[in-house]
């Protein structure tokens, strides 16, 4: 299946992606991550792309069409992917159409992680990630067995910088200007399907398993 997920900052899609990933056998594709760990090598991508993200604004779109359509080119990501995170404006969801009319594929679905942005602060405040897999935790809602420690690798974790009060607000912002469009655009073709992912993990899980199956 070629799946987007899409929600505000805190919504769970890096929560729902592995699960997804693990039953579909799909690629993992979150844009986030990658500007991550490109800002942490001080790549040059990196280093263009760090400013706006300290601040909440979005990187521009050539940056991450750019990475996207070279991280599309790997063998794991030739049945089927899942893109978290992108794309997050009308023309990066254009650029992607032209990158996958010439494959001749097409979008089978977009999970829409539907939450009120009022939820969404504690999420974000409380999240604590393993960097080098993306894996998440919560110190409220999903905390690690050991605090400050990776369940799997032992490794630490991280809070990333971006994930306060402060900057959460330019995200959500961000969100509803620029993110918001690219809802409405995959629903005229009648791709979206609408979670409810204020409920607990497993809840969202099922209701993913539901619209997939
Ligand atoms: P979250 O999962 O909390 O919504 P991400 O990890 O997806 O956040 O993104 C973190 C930051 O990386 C964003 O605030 C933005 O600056 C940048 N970013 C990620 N994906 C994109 C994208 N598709 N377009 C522009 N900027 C992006
Ligand atoms: P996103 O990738 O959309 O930014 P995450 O999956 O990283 O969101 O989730 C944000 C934070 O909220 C994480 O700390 C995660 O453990 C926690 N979380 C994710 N899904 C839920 C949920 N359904 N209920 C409560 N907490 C959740
Ligand atoms: P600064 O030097 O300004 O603190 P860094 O380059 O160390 O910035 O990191 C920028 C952001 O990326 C921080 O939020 C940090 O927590 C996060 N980060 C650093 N390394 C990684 C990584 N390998 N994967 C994911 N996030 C990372």
Not at 131 to 136: E, I, K, Q
Not at 204 to 210: G, L, M, P, Q
Request: charged share 30%; glycine share 8%.
């Amino acid at each position: 299946k070629r799946l987007i997920l899409v929600g505000p900052p805190g919504s769970g899609k890096g929560t729902q992606s592995p699960i997804i990933k693990d039953d579909y056998c799909l690629c993992h594709l979150a844009t986030g991550d990658m500007l991550r760990a490109a800002v942490a090598a001080k790549t040059p991508l990196g280093i263009k792309a760090k400013e706006a993200m300290d601040k909440g604004e979005l990187v521009s779109d050539d940056l991450v069409v750019g990475i996207i359509d070279e991280a599309m080119k790997k063998p794991s990501c030739q049945k089927g992917f899942i893109l978290d995170g992108f794309p997050r404006t009308v023309v990066q969801a254009q650029k992607l159409d032209e990158m996958l009319e010439k494959k001749g594929v097409k979008v089978d679905k977009v999970l829409n992680f539907a939450i009120d942005d009022a939820i969404l602060e504690e999420r974000i405040t409380g999240r604590w990630i393993h960097p080098s897999t993306g894996r998440t935790y919560h110190t409220k809602f999903a905390p690690p067995k050991v605090p400050g420690v990776d369940d799997v690798t032992g490794e630490p974790l991280i809070q990333r910088k971006d994930d306060t009060a402060a900057v959460l607000k330019s995200r959500l912002e961000a969100f509803h200007k620029q993110t918001e469009p690219v809802i409405d655009y995959y629903s005229q073709r009648g791709l979206v399907a609408n979670l409810h992912a204020e409920k607990p993990p497993k809840e969202v899980t099922t209701e993913v398993e539901k619209v997939l199956s």
